[in-house]
Nanobody
Framework: QVQLVESGGGLVQPGGSLRLSCAAS????????MSWYRQATGKQREFVAL???????NVADSVKGRFTISRDNRKQMVYLEMTNLKPEDTAIYYC????????WGRGTQVTVSS
């Protein structure tokens, strides 16, 4: 069993920055691929970024150059640094990992608006 809890969301103006955090507990996720997804109102959930156990990262084209994913295995944390935010980044952001099955957090709301 893995519990994932996201935090760090909020309201930010276009061009602003936010840092999302995901705290994992219940199991050691240091060897897991950890991912961020997002879901905007009325749209399907979409992939944002992932980081594997060797710190290889991959980010969606829509956020490339603006978002950075990282992890701290000692703390069982995953981060999503978001810069130059745009209104289209508005969504609920979810942390996810696979350990036998897919685990999701409850999400954190990010709203980009002036």
């Amino acid at each position: 069993q893995v519990q994932l809890v996201e935090s760090g969301g909020g309201l930010v103006q276009p061009g602003g920055s936010l840092r999302l955090s995901c705290a994992a507990s219940g199991s050691d996720v240091s060897i897991n691929v950890m991912s961020w997804y997002r879901q905007a109102t009325g749209k399907q959930r979409e992939f944002v970024a992932l980081v594997d156990s060797s710190d290889y990262t991959n980010v969606a084209d829509s956020v490339k150059g603006r978002f950075t994913i990282s992890r701290d295995n000692r703390k069982q944390m995953v981060y999503l640094e978001m810069t130059n935010l745009k209104p289209e980044d508005t969504a609920i952001y979810y942390c996810s990992t696979i350990m036998g099955r897919t685990y999701w957090g409850r999400g954190t709301q990010v709203t980009v608006s002036s």
